[in-house]
């Protein structure tokens, strides 16, 4: 059971950790080969002896599944794959039991071509609903109103012959956006947030937050300089100006903030991205009239560089205190973390990631050290991946369903049941019940490391400060979190080798020698001579300062 004085603080969200559930691939409780709600709930006595404080759940609303749930069609509905919102309701009474707080997914930005505001808006251009949507006249020669690209490759336009005009997509043809310069849209959308709110969930992580406004004048995007165009994606060739991050966002979010405040203890998170995406972050965190916390790709990105890792986080800490970041390594939407920094490198990632202030999330799966799973061609389903294969092997390779058991299906679904994305035959020796029988186990070391963040309050709520990599051994990262006068070293060795680096301790922490190493679960105890500490590649260690 967790623990209770925490969830009964309306600031339980900061430093706290978020277990991320992708519901098509947790587990299926109907036998169809795809997750669903009931599957979740089945399964939250396992995510909560995690010691994580909250699930995330990835869209579960009615959609025709064209991205997988991130094109809805009804707002305030569970879509028939998932379960009824009956089921929706027995998880959330589940998980407060457990002491779990509930976020889900909300994407705002855009919705489904099939959902009614959209039938309603493309039937002419004077319907009560015309302007609920980004519509724009052709070019005089038919061609689309500006040079915007769309995520998944093409114009960010597609031509509507009944309207006789184009409509915005950022995303898929079937996603359009919706126009929040309406008063009327971002009222819906309010109302949609409390539909939720009134049925309990404790808060939201929004899906690209930063995309709700676009620029009305529809001015060209400037190309990007070509040192920073990744070559697989089109829409990398531009600086996205003006399709998003206008600053009538913020005003908006300070509206939904306001909503947040008359549920206390909800929360919210942000999803931004874009093409410089740290200083939207912060400018999206700072205060209490904003997001409570968001996060970007930048750590989702690594692949445990120590200079890297410091560089981002560097910059995220020149924005100023006044923000709260939430980081993860891993999401349904990137490789997951064991494979990007090596999969004998799985626990040192997490121990770096609870070792840095803000609140952090946990990709289902992330716990067990499961790599990315390789697909055959015919055997994809993200439409992301499909249209650009091989070049991008899309997001399939992340999203495979999550081992329960060493059967064939992984105990995700029954024998004999084809299930959605294969599982991934590698991924059956990581399953949870050869894990639970293991003391010394990856899963059993998560926990341990979560309980130890859990418990720290110098960690959940202290200052940091980060270690130049000039006063460390090259590969070492360090930061040091401060809460009154609790100081915690926390060093992390990112670097490959055989042989012991020394850090010398003296100097890295204003004077603070008296060292107390914390028993690290899977890390070796470091050897300390004198004011020098032997720390080897790979590993990781956490020293209280005196």
């Known amino acids: 059971m967790k623990n209770q004085q925490l969830h009964s603080d309306p600031g339980w969200w900061r430093g706290a ?69 009956d089921d929706f309701r027995a998880l959330i009474e589940r998980a407060h039991e457990l002491g779990l707080k509930v976020i889900i997914d909300q994407v705002l930005s855009h919705s489904s071509d099939q959902h009614a505001w959209f039938q309603e808006s493309r039937q002419d251009r004077t319907n009560p609903k015309a302007d609920w949507y980004v519509w724009a006249d052709p070019k005089p020669d038919g061609t689309p109103p500006n040079n915007w690209m769309a995520a998944f490759s093409g114009r960010a336009w597609t031509f ?139 750590l989702l990105d ?41 999969e004998d490198r799985a626990l040192l990632a997490l121990t770096v990631l609870c070792s840095l202030r803000g609140s952090l999330c946990l990709y289902q799966g992330e716990e067990l050290g499961l790599p990315e799973a390789e697909l055959a061609y015919e055997d994809l389903q993200d439409p992301f991946g499909i249209n650009l294969w091989p070049e991008v092997k899309g997001r399939d390779g992340c999203r495979t369903p999550m081992v329960w058991d060493e059967s064939a299906n992984g105990g995700f679904c029954p024998a004999g049941v084809a299930p959605w994305l294969p599982v991934f035959a590698p991924h059956r020796p990581l399953a949870v019940t050869r894990q639970d029988a293991a003391p010394d186990s990856l899963l059993a070391q998560v926990r341990g490391l979560l309980k130890r963040r859990g418990t720290s309050e110098t960690l959940r709520q202290g200052d940091q400060r980060l270690i130049a990599p000039s006063e460390l051994p090259e590969g070492v990262f360090g930061v040091i979190r401060t809460l009154g006068e609790r100081h915690l070293l926390c060093l992390a060795h990112l670097g490959h080798g055989e042989v012991p680096d020394e850090i010398a301790l003296d100097g890295l922490a204003d004077g603070l020698k008296d060292t107390q190493p914390v028993d690290l679960p899977g890390m070796p105890t470091p050897t300390r001579q004198g004011s020098t500490l032997h720390l080897m590649p790979g590993s990781a260690a956490w020293l209280e300062l005196r």
């Not at 869209?59 to 991205?67: A, I, K, L, V």
């Not at 942000?270 to 205060?287: K, V």
């Not at 709260?324 to 920094?341: K, Q």
């Open 17 to 85: 950790v978020i277990y991320q559930i992708y519901p098509r691939s947790f587990m299926d409780a109907s036998g169809d080969g795809i997750g669903d709600l009931a599957g979740i709930t089945s399964r939250l006595e396992y995510v909560a002896s995690l010691n994580v404080d909250a699930i995330w759940l990835s869209p579960f609303f009615t959609s025709p599944m064209d991205d997988f749930g991130y094109d809805v069609a009804d707002y305030c509905d569970v879509d028939p794959m998932f379960g009824s919102l």
């Open 160 to 298: 509507d012959a009944r309207r006789r005009q184009y409509y915005l997509h950022n995303f898929l043809a079937s996603q359009p956006d919706l126009n929040f310069h309406h008063s009327e849209v971002r009222e819906a959308q309010l109302d949609n947030l409390r539909f939720w709110l009134e049925l309990g969930v404790d808060g939201f992580r929004f899906d690209v937050v930063n995309y709700y406004f676009h620029d009305p004048a529809l001015t060209d995007n400037p190309p990007m300089p070509r040192e920073r165009v990744h070559p697989g994606n089109p829409q990398s060739y531009q600086f996205q100006r003006y399709n998003i991050e206008q600053p009538e966002n913020l005003a908006y979010l300070e509206r939904i903030r306001a909503l947040l405040d008359e549920y206390p203890g909800s929360t919210t998170v942000g999803e931004i991205a874009g093409n410089d995406p740290l200083p939207i972050m912060a400018a999206y965190t700072r205060g209490d009239k904003r997001l409570h916390m968001a996060y970007t790709f930048d």
């Open 302 to 342: 690594s692949t445990g560089d120590a200079t890297e890792l410091h560089d981002v986080l560097a910059r995220f800490a020149e924005l100023g205190d006044d923000t709260w970041p939430c980081w993860a390594l891993s999401n349904h939407d990137v490789v997951r973390s064991a494979t990007s920094w090596g």
